[in-house]
């Protein structure tokens, strides 16, 4: 099976400029997450969606990042504006089911932003 | 809450040689546990789980981890190390959100 696709795998950009990021999750994956995940740290959840709907953005910064899966397959995520903290990874995963809390996640390569 | 730890930043071990990977965790409930692994510029990928059942989990690569209810632990073990071995790896639990720890360099050594 295809896995998780992004683009693109590297941007750089000055901060207060925006960026966007896509996602493609495994076909017939209803969860998809979106994690960032800093230099010499694990991933932190920023938004988790079932089908199109949001199951979790508690740990979404919603000032200035937003994100999007409108026909619950691909989804989006974007900063606007970016500060030089969120050079990171920001990784999608995907996995079967929502309630399934004994799948693993599937991940995507992700994307290095770098904010300068 | 739920959260693990990774004590170790770095594992260093030599070529055939048995390793360790620690891993502790903390939630309310029963831990559904999971290791992955992550090469350079690459995603994390999923490596073996605990959900139920036997203590002793057998995974991809021939990793294994154990689960001790009474320790809160579930350490990633290998009985012969090898240099492509050498990556990150990540403990992570659920229920809920799957919570990463900060992970733990492993460098096996020729």
């Known amino acids: 099976e295809a896995g998780v696709a992004q683009s693109p795998r590297y941007k750089i950009i000055e901060k207060r400029q925006s960026v966007a990021f896509w996602c493609n999750p495994i076909s017939g994956h209803a969860t998809l997450y979106w994690y960032q995940q800093i230099l010499g740290q694990g991933p932190k959840l920023l938004i988790q969606f079932q089908n199109n709907g949001v199951v979790d953005d508690s740990q979404l910064p919603k000032d200035r990042f937003s994100a999007e899966r409108l026909k619950g397959v691909d989804s989006t995520l974007k900063i606007q504006p970016a500060k030089l903290e969120d050079s990171a990874v920001y990784l999608c995963?995907?996995?079967?089911?929502?309630?399934?809390?004994?799948?693993?996640?599937?991940f995507g390569n992700g994307t290095r932003l770098t904010v300068t | 809450a739920q959260s693990v730890a990774q004590p170790e930043d770095q594992v260093n071990v030599a070529e055939g040689n048995p390793l360790t990977v620690k891993c502790t965790y903390s939630?309310?409930?029963?831990?559904?546990l999971f290791w992955y692994v992550q090469y350079p510029n690459r995603g994390l990928q999923f490596l073996l789980k605990?959900?139920?059942?036997?203590?002793l989990v057998k995974g991809s690569y021939g990793f294994e981890a154990e689960f001790n209810k009474s320790q809160t632990s579930f350490h990633l073990k290998k009985p012969s190390a090898l240099v492509s071995d050498s990556a990150l790896y990540f403990c992570?639990?659920?229920?809920?959100?799957?919570?990463f720890g900060a992970g733990t360099r492993l460098t096996v050594k020729p």
């Open positions: 992570a639990v659920r229920p809920k959100d799957m919570r």
């Open positions: 995963a995907s996995s079967f089911g929502w309630a399934a809390y004994n799948s693993p996640l599937h």
């Open positions: 939630v309310s409930g029963n831990p559904y």
């Open positions: 605990y959900i139920t059942g036997d203590n």
